[in-house]
């Protein structure tokens, strides 16, 4: 069975550039959550959405978007990118909304310059 | 909201020990989970246990809901057991029903 799957793997932008990552979640999980995690800190949580609809947020300014499609997987947005963007981003996935048993992909490194 | 403290910070081992992790909550939590982040930065699924004792070869771990607290037990330690270890929990109670991870601790296991 397939796992989460993301991409890109790494990523190189400059500040002021906008960027989309994309994830696609387990087969016949329904929800998908968006982490972003800094060097040496936990992951913090960006988003959360089950059945195309968003169902959480983080603190994040709105530079921050996302969205999720009929078929479940899901892209972030970022525009405007600061040098702080840059972090690892994780996908997880999850059977219900209740974000039981979460699943991660293998994350997408941005380095914004 | 719920504070999530790991320990410790940091260990070192010597391949073939023991070691225990301790994950902390300062409130009431419906899932916890324990993630060990590779190198490459993944973070693998160790544990699904929001309550009881669960193991996994010569891993294992026990979560104690209502004293609000979970460990993970790593026997006869290898050197590919070395990263960070992460407790994440969840609180149905609040606005969202995110992962709220731990401090974390970071394992080296030396040959």
């Known amino acids: 069975d397939a796992g989460v799957t993301q991409s890109p793997t790494h990523l190189i932008k400059t500040r002021g550039q906008h960027v989309t990552l994309r994830c696609s979640p387990i087969?016949?999980?329904?929800?998908v959550s968006w982490y972003q995690q800094v060097l040496g800190q936990g992951p913090q949580f960006i988003f959360q959405?089950?059945?195309?609809?968003?169902?959480g947020r983080g603190n994040f300014p709105d530079r921050f978007s996302a969205r999720q499609f009929p078929n479940y997987s899901s892209e972030l947005n970022v525009n405007a990118l600061l040098l702080g963007d840059s972090a690892l981003y994780l996908c997880?996935?999850?059977?219900?909304?209740?974000?039981?048993?979460?699943?991660f992909g293998q994350g997408t490194r941005l380095t914004v310059v | 909201g719920i504070q999530v403290e790991q320990s410790p910070p940091d260990l070192i081992l010597q391949e073939g020990a023991n070691s225990t992790l301790r994950c902390n909550f300062s409130?009431?939590?419906?899932?916890l989970q324990w993630f060990h982040q590779n190198p490459w930065g993944q973070l693998i699924n160790l544990f699904y246990?929001?309550?009881g004792t669960k193991q996994n070869g010569r891993l294992s771990a026990t979560t104690v809901a209502t004293e609000r607290y979970s460990l993970l037990y790593i026997s006869s330690s290898q050197t590919t057991d070395s990263g960070v270890y992460f407790c994440?929990?969840?609180?149905?109670?609040?606005?969202?029903?995110?992962?709220?991870f731990g401090t974390g601790t970071l394992l080296a296991v030396q040959p």
């Open positions: 409130d009431s939590v419906n899932n």
């Open positions: 959405y089950y059945e195309k609809e968003e169902r």
């Open positions: 087969s016949g999980h329904k929800s």
């Open positions: 997880a996935s999850s059977p219900d909304r209740a974000n039981t048993e979460a699943f």
């Open positions: 994440a929990v969840v609180n149905y109670g609040g606005a969202t029903n995110k992962l709220i």
């Open positions: 246990i929001p309550s």
